[in-house]
């Protein structure tokens, strides 16, 4: 069995090969990422331009916006390009990049999903401490901690993933470089990946936890106010935070825990599609429209040009 670890070339097997199917599955995968990207820089930009939205809510959702935005941009356009050119190559250092981007973003959007369940939790149950726990420099040190959380995580499983020589044929059964598929192709039991991808479940089940338990005190608070205004604005905002997490986690986990069947199946590119593409679309239009104050700056914004 040929040693191609340092080869030059990967192929990505995608959804088919079959060429109406690449057709249709490039102008379904534009046309996604194309609202993806609008929606994420319309939030960001309303909330830059809006002074009243210089909260840490929508400090931390800005950030989110802009790791949606890096997140789906590693994989997506690549895989149009594919598509559209009826070529499914990705050289090494390409793949090198996706497997270590997807995981500087993901990880680092875990973190920050935590944070932000830690910030609604403090602004309703306790908000006469809000500002003094939630201050500028505390949110700034928050998201910064969740970035080198990313970055330490990216470098781990990149040089893990990488570490062991890879043989027989390069084809990866995914539309883009993802570790479960990357191992299967290993010469040997990569046990240093494996170590590092059950650590990372291990912290990702700690902060889902942790989600939970701040949900779970958010909720019971919110039963208790007697305004029914402040109840359906308290649920507006928590409610969608907690289906995104729950989305982005739980496929996740599906796909890092569930063994490779030993032939492809589309199950695999149906999960992935789920932590992979689905979040970075969905937050804009879950966060956007069921939001007063970003559909507020949002009519402003038109009535000023």
Not at 128 to 137: F, P
Not at 174 to 185: E, G, H, M, T, Y
Request: net charge neutral; aromatic share 12%; hydrophobic share 50%.
């Amino acid at each position: 069995m040929n040693n191609f670890t340092f080869g030059r070339t990967f192929f990505l097997m995608g959804f088919s090969d079959i060429r109406e199917t690449q057709i249709l599955h490039s102008v379904l995968f534009l046309l996604i990422y194309l609202a993806a990207l609008m929606g994420n820089l319309l939030i960001m930009t309303l909330i830059i331009k809006d002074h009243r939205l210089h909260t840490p809510m929508y400090f931390f959702l800005k950030n989110l916006s802009f790791l949606d935005l890096c997140l789906i941009s590693i994989t997506v356009p690549k895989s149009i390009t594919n598509s559209l050119m009826n070529c499914n190559t990705i050289s090494f250092l390409g793949c090198v990049c996706q497997v270590f981007f997807f995981f500087l973003l993901a990880t680092t959007e875990v973190a920050l999903l935590t944070v932000m369940s830690y910030d609604r939790y403090v602004a309703i149950c306790h908000p006469l401490r809000y500002e003094v726990k939630m201050s500028h420099e505390a949110c700034v040190q928050m998201a910064v901690s969740s970035w080198v959380n990313g970055g330490l995580s990216a470098i781990l499983h990149t040089a893990c993933t990488f570490s062991v020589p890879m043989c027989g044929s390069p084809e990866v059964h995914q539309f883009f470089c993802d570790v479960p598929q990357l191992l299967s192709l290993a010469c040997s039991y990569n046990i240093g990946e494996l170590v590092i991808i059950g650590l990372s479940l291990v912290l990702d089940s700690g902060c889902f936890v942790f989600i939970d338990i701040s949900y779970i005190h958010i909720f019971s608070t919110v039963l208790r106010m007697p305004s029914k205004e402040g109840k359906s604005k308290a649920f507006s905002t928590c409610l969608p935070h907690l289906i995104v997490v729950t989305l982005f986690l739980s496929s996740g986990f599906f796909a890092y825990l569930r063994p490779l069947p030993k032939s492809p199946s589309p199950l695999d590119l149906l999960v992935s599609v789920f932590y992979t593409v689905m979040p970075p679309t969905l937050n804009p239009f879950i966060y956007s429209l069921r939001n007063k104050d970003m559909k507020m700056a949002l009519r402003e914004l038109q009535i000023s040009r």
